[in-house]
């Protein structure tokens, strides 16, 4: 039997079965067809196995105690939207397989798997995968190239343009960075941007989710653990840290880290070394760290609640996220971005937004920013039937703003904004806090805002 390589050198397959047979057989004839393959018993196996190494593809078993394959595939998309993932299911249960696909699986094949059929349908979802990354590639270089964005970030915005010159700036250095801004504004997508932009970028970079793990497991997560260090460490774990070397390592929300790991994450920042749990040999890296978090430091630092040392350590230098509300005709642009995207992935032929649509989403403040709107398109490009999004597809409601400042004949969103803002601060004696609370805004929104119309430092607290 002959058989096409794929084009890529020695994809990395994960096999995925509860049956020892099963799982040995295909492990077997895709190594002799050129594959490194790895193979997971359950789907929290398989999961232990895609945070540590990169994996190209997934085959699964959709039958299994536990986590069943469509629940499994749920998880690995939440971990990487476009991770391709074939499904394998009884010939009696076709069904579901096809509920499969629905949420996303590239493909299935019905039990006892004909070997032909899976190479097959392995060569052209990898194929597809390229074509996609490439294809995303392009639009990226075309959009910098217009000067809409950075590394794929997008927004022509006042705001952004500042946030990409900044992040353009420090790209090339080796100081930690600092990124700040509200739940859902693209932080991580920032810090990949730099990434990219850096010296570094032929290196990994390797994301950490902070307050998604218990300290325990956090500390394992970072630096890693050696074979029975504690209950369940049943082999070596390398740490995320290990896996960067030579890139970038990205905290996100590094201000729910407890203290203890704290004094661990400063050891590392200001030696470049340290030791895995339950382990006493000093591990040396070159990394690059940058940090995120929607809280407010300085203030943790005051209270008692984050280590000043660490603070200045992650604080080399700062970038702001801008909030969505704030960055001025970006909303359009990524609504069409995120509706290109979800037509493809759902195989759906979606054209547009109506105008009422269109106005709607303009509206709204969007208080979970870029995910908040990613999050509307998708909803919306699933339950439309016709060729364009209505209003009634859009789960938003209409901006709150501030009395007084609803009809001024031929404003701008941006101008009702700076009205109701400075109408607002003047009804409550200047006060940023009285008028934070009366608009449902923070302190600091208020704050940029008189920066940018050249007023700060004129409000009261």
Avoid at 124 to 143: F, G, I, S
Avoid at 285 to 304: K, P, Y
Avoid at 327 to 346: I, K, P, Q, S, Y
Wanted: glycine share 8%; with cysteine.
């Amino acid at each position: 039997m002959s058989s096409v390589r794929p084009s890529r050198p020695k994809p990395h397959v994960l096999v995925v079965d509860d049956e020892a047979s099963a799982r040995g057989g295909l492990e077997k004839l895709l190594r002799q067809e050129g594959y490194e393959v790895d193979t997971a018993e359950s789907g929290a196996v398989a999961l232990g196995i895609v945070d540590e190494h990169a994996i190209d593809l997934v085959v699964t078993d959709l039958k299994m105690p536990q986590m069943d394959g469509v629940e499994l595939m749920k998880q690995l998309r939440a971990r990487d939207r476009d991770l391709p993932v074939i499904v394998v299911t009884a010939f009696g249960d076709v069904s579901s397989a096809v509920s499969a696909m629905r949420a996303g699986a590239e493909d299935y094949l019905t039990k006892p798997v004909d070997f032909d059929s899976l190479l097959l349908v392995l060569e052209r979802a990898l194929q597809r995968h390229e074509l996609k990354v490439e294809a995303e590639a392009l639009r990226r270089q075309l959009r910098e190239r217009e000067g809409q964005g950075l590394a794929g970030l997008i927004g022509t915005s006042p705001a952004m343009q500042k946030t990409y010159r900044t992040a353009l700036q420090v790209a090339s250095a080796k100081a930690t960075v600092l990124i700040t801004g509200e739940s859902g504004t693209g932080k991580g997508e920032l810090a990949r941007a730099i990434h990219l932009k850096s010296q570094r970028a032929k290196g990994p970079f390797v994301p950490v989710h902070c307050s998604a793990l218990a300290e325990s497991l956090l500390e394992s997560e970072i630096f890693g653990h050696e074979k029975g260090s504690f209950t369940g460490a049943d082999r070596r774990r390398i740490g995320r840290f290990e896996q960067a070397n030579g890139g970038t390592v990205f905290l996100d929300e590094v201000g729910e880290i407890s203290m203890g790991t704290q004094v661990k994450l400063l050891r590392v920042l200001q030696e470049r070394t340290f030791e895995r749990v339950g382990g006493n040999e000093p591990i040396n890296v070159d990394i690059r760290l940058i940090a995120a978090t929607n809280r407010d430091l300085t203030a943790d630092v005051q209270e008692g609640r984050f280590r000043e040392d660490l603070f200045y350590r992650l604080n080399v230098i700062h970038i702001e996220m801008p909030p969505l509300r704030l960055r001025d005709g970006d909303v359009l642009m990524l609504a069409h971005h995120f509706l290109r995207r979800f037509t493809e992935e759902n195989h759906k032929r979606v054209e547009g937004f109506t105008d009422k649509a269109r106005a709607k989403l303009i509206a709204y403040r969007w208080p979970g920013n870029v995910r908040e709107l990613e999050n509307a398109i998708e909803r919306a490009v699933v339950l439309t039937e016709g060729s364009t999004i209505d209003e009634e597809h859009l789960p938003v409601g209409a901006m709150p703003v501030a009395k007084g400042s609803l009809r001024i004949p031929g404003a701008t969103m941006a101008e009702l904004e700076r009205h109701a803002i400075l109408a607002t601060l003047e009804a409550v004696g200047g006060s940023t806090s009285k008028a934070a609370e009366m608009l449902d805004i923070s302190v600091r929104t208020i704050q940029y805002r008189l920066h940018e119309y050249g007023l700060a430092g004129k409000e009261k607290k």
